[in-house]
T-cell receptor
Framework: GENVEQHPSTLSVQEGDSAVIKCTYSDSASNYFPWYKQELGKRPQLIIDIRSNVGEKKDQRIAVTLNKTAKHFSLHITETQPEDSAVYFCAAQSSNDYKLSFGAGTTVTVRA | DGGITQSPKYLFRKEGQNVTLSCEQN?????MYWYRQDPGQGLRLIYY???????QKGDIAEGYSVSREKKESFPLTVTSAQKNPTAFYLC????????????FGPGTRLTVT
C-alpha cells in the first residue's frame, strides 16, 4: 500500500516568513495530492490540492509543488500570519483503489 | 460547514462495551469514510463505502464494524475487540470514489476506560 512520509513534524516560523512542508510517497500509481489544515479541536479542511499532470499550483499565499519522478511534493506558505498556526497534513491518493493515505502531520506555529 | 454531522462530540465508555458513532451527511455524496486520528499520527482509514449497501475494509478495520443502509448515514461501531479504542474519530464524504475532495465531519472523541 501507499506510504506517505511528512517532514518536519513541527515548524516554528516568525510572522511574515515562509514555511515549507515536504512529503514523499511510495506508490507510483498515486495521482492526487491534497493538503489539509486542521486547527485545534476542529475538522481537517482542504486548503489546496494538485493532480499528477501538474507540477505546481498556487492559491494566494499557498503553493504546492509536485515532483513525480522523485515522488515528493511540498507545501509552501508565504508571508505567514498567526492564523496559519495549525496542523497540516499531506495525503496521496492511489489511482488503483482511490484510498487517501495521510502523512503524520506538521504542527506549524507562527510567532508574532 | 460541510453538511456532515457527527454525534456525540465526546463519548465515554467502559471497557468491554460496544459503542456506535453516528455520521450523517446531506451533501448527496455517494462515498463515505471513517478515519481514526491519534496524537502524532496522520489519519488512518478504518472503513469506506462507495455506495449504499456496500463497504470495504480500510487499513485498520479490526475491531470495528459499519453499515451503509442509507446514502446519508454511515455509522461506525467500535466493538470490545478493538484493543485500543480511545481516539478521535473522523467521518468524511466525497462525491464518489475518485479524485474528489473529501469533506470531514467535526469528529467524535471516544474515551474508553
Amino acid at each position: 500500500g501507499e506510504n506517505v512520509e511528512q517532514h518536519p513534524s513541527t515548524l516554528s516560523v516568525q510572522e511574515g516568513d515562509s514555511a515549507v512542508i515536504k512529503c514523499t510517497y511510495s506508490d507510483s500509481a498515486s495521482n492526487y495530492f491534497p493538503w489539509y489544515k486542521q486547527e485545534l479541536g476542529k475538522r481537517p479542511q482542504l486548503i489546496i490540492d494538485i493532480r499528477s499532470n501538474v507540477g505546481e499550483k498556487k492559491d494566494q499565499r499557498i503553493a504546492v509543488t509536485l515532483n513525480k519522478t522523485a515522488k515528493h511534493f511540498s507545501l509552501h506558505i508565504t508571508e505567514t500570519q498567526p492564523e496559519d498556526s495549525a496542523v497540516y497534513f499531506c495525503a496521496a491518493q492511489s489511482s488503483n483503489d482511490y484510498k487517501l493515505s495521510f502523512g503524520a502531520g506538521t504542527t506549524v506555529t507562527v510567532r508574532a | 460547514d460541510g453538511g456532515i454531522t457527527q454525534s456525540p462530540k465526546y463519548l465515554f465508555r467502559k471497557e468491554g462495551q460496544n459503542v456506535t458513532l453516528s455520521c450523517e451527511q446531506n451533501l448527496n455524496h455517494d462515498a463515505m469514510y471513517w478515519y481514526r486520528q491519534d496524537p502524532g499520527q496522520g489519519l488512518r482509514l478504518i472503513y469506506y463505502s462507495q455506495i449504499v449497501n456496500d463497504f470495504q475494509k480500510g487499513d485498520i478495520a479490526e475491531g470495528y464494524s459499519v453499515s451503509r443502509e442509507k446514502k446519508e448515514s454511515f455509522p461506525l461501531t467500535v466493538t470490545s475487540a478493538q484493543k485500543n479504542p480511545t481516539a478521535f474519530y473522523l467521518c468524511a464524504s466525497s462525491l464518489g470514489q475518485g479524485v474528489y475532495e473529501q469533506y470531514f465531519g467535526p469528529g467524535t472523541r471516544l474515551t474508553v476506560t
